[in-house]
């Protein structure tokens, strides 16, 4: 009270002296407990959760507070990475993100995505623009369809258009774009500004935590 907010107290003993101090008293008080020997605190405790529940929905309402003030106070749960995660904060990048030229030898991409230890390649120009993907089922079928695969480039073998997504993008909405898509992939390659800045897996946007 020294510091001067208004004090309100739920408790099932309102004469107090808390209670007494309080500008507000919720009374929880019950006459026994569900206990046989009126001991242990069931009627009370399923009073005071009830009680504090209501309040806690009459204040959200009150103040009109949303999913996304939810989400500022708690940022590390599930329903906070929903709202906060962005896509460039799962993406693969540096060592992580294989990129190759579209004239490049297909031995070579597929070293390269073995050392980055995704599941594809972006095709990209001199200046990062995106030209293509190859990922691994790219490399099955060429393999099966070739007679020589491994003499084939880059730009051969690439799924031309493939689906990409935004840096910026929501990762529970890029997780939405893999769910939905009329055919199974696990890798998405992500733009900024039309360049290549890095590569989403669908395997570690289920770790992220937003599911």
């Known amino acids: ?36 020997h009126n001991l242990a605190p069931t009627t009370s405790a399923t009073a005071m959760l009830a009680l504090s529940d209501a ?23 599930a329903l906070g990475k929903r709202l906060l995660l962005r896509v460039a904060d799962v993406m693969r ?23 980055a230890g995704a599941g594809g390649a972006c095709v990209v120009d001199a200046q990062g623009g995106l030209l293509g993907f190859i990922s691994d089922g790219d490399l099955r079928r060429a393999f099966l369809r070739m007679e020589r695969p491994l003499e ?12 990409t997504v935004d840096a910026e993008m929501l990762a529970a909405d890029a997780l939405e774009m893999f769910q939905s898509h009329p055919r199974k992939i696990g890798d998405m390659p992500v733009l900024d500004g039309g360049r290549v800045v890095g590569l989403l897996l669908l395997k570690d946007l289920l770790r992220s935590g937003i599911v």
Not at 6 to 20: K, M, Y
Not at 98 to 114: D, G, H, Q, S, W
Not at 153 to 161: D, F, P, Q, V
């Open 93 to 115: 990048t540096g060592p992580d993100l294989a990129l190759a030229a579209p004239e490049e030898p297909i031995l070579e991409v597929m070293r390269k995505i073995t050392n």
């Open 152 to 163: 084939a480039s880059a730009a051969e073998l690439m799924t031309r258009n493939p689906t």
């Open 55 to 77: 309040l806690a929905l009459a204040v959200m309402r009150r103040r009109n507070f949303t999913r996304e003030d939810y989400a500022r106070f708690h940022p590390s749960g």
């Open 1 to 36: 009270r020294a510091i001067g907010p208004r004090i309100a107290l739920v408790t099932g003993r309102p004469d107090s002296t808390c209670g007494r101090m309080a500008d507000l008293v919720l009374n929880t008080h019950v006459r026994e407990e569900a206990c046989p």
